[in-house]
């Protein structure tokens, strides 16, 4: 507890774990944006390479948690029809993650803001892409580059994936799984990126530990919630909540 004290106040931690909960009941409902929410919500509490520790394991579970929700077969299943997604992301993943320490705070903010804002206002203005089945390799191949790149920087590659997925005609329960098989592995490399860019450290792993267990209790909720309410309202809320966290992003790069 010393150890962890030493990285956040009291109010600070209360604050972070305060918003990893409702993060993970975002995500819970919609199968993305937690970790988005929490680099956004944190960053704001505390500093934005703690914020990026602290996001980095409970990703990993709340994804293995989301990828086999319906078994083994379904998730394998999910891994070969966007393998090429993967392996690119995963690169440009692996890569970027090394410039984090190198690239200023607020340049990473609105690296992170713009994209997060456009997305939104695009979904929210009913917008949907259609990728012809001829081109959906090359597709895989470019958003899995934006996605792993916008992964690395911030430990967040939710928005380009669901838009490929949307402008795939994904039904809803298979773009959760989806989601969550894809997410899964980019966590891997995340963790694994992030240990050798030294963002996940000794010193660190206290705070990236205390925030796993508000992410998977909001998760648990947020699944619940997901059985039981109109889930176009919801994700429509969540893409509400989404524009907001990214506006805040792009204010606090522009003003510190």
């Known amino acids: 507890m010393d150890t962890l004290f030493a990285l956040v106040t009291p109010t600070e931690l209360a604050l972070c ?4 909960l409702f993060a993970g009941v975002v995500k819970g409902i919609v199968g993305f944006a937690m970790p988005l929410i929490m680099i956004s919500g944190m960053g704001s509490v505390i500093a934005p390479e703690l914020a990026l520790a602290g996001l980095l394991i409970p990703t ?15 998730a394998l299943g999910s891994l070969r029809a966007f393998r090429v997604f993967i392996i690119v992301g995963g690169v440009m993943l692996v890569a970027s993650a090394q410039l984090v320490r190198a690239i200023p705070a607020q340049m990473m903010f609105i690296l992170i803001g713009v994209p997060v804002t456009v997305f939104t206002l695009l979904q929210l203005r009913g917008w949907r892409p259609r990728i012809p089945a001829a081109r959906e390799t090359v597709a895989q191949a470019g958003v899995g580059a934006l996605a792993g790149a916008m992964g690395g920087f911030s430990g967040t590659w939710g ?17 959760v799984r989806i989601q969550g098989v894809l997410y899964g592995l980019g966590s891997v490399a995340l963790v694994g990126a992030h240990i050798g860019s030294g963002v996940l450290r000794w010193e660190t792993l206290p705070f990236a530990l205390a925030t796993l267990a508000p992410a998977l209790a909001g998760m648990w ?34 003003m510190g």
Not at 161 to 172: N, R
Request: charged letters at 15%.
């Open 60 to 74: 990993l579970v709340g994804n293995a948690w989301q990828g086999f929700r319906q078994g083994p077969r379904a």
């Open 17 to 20: 774990l305060s918003i990893t």
């Open 159 to 175: 928005p380009p994936t669901v838009l490929f997925l949307t402008a795939l005609d994904t039904p809803k329960l298979d773009q």
């Open 221 to 254: 909720i947020g699944l619940h919630l997901q059985d039981r309410i109109d889930q176009r309202l919801f994700q429509r809320a969540t893409l509400i909540v989404l524009i907001f966290a990214g506006l805040n992003l792009i204010r606090r790069g522009l």
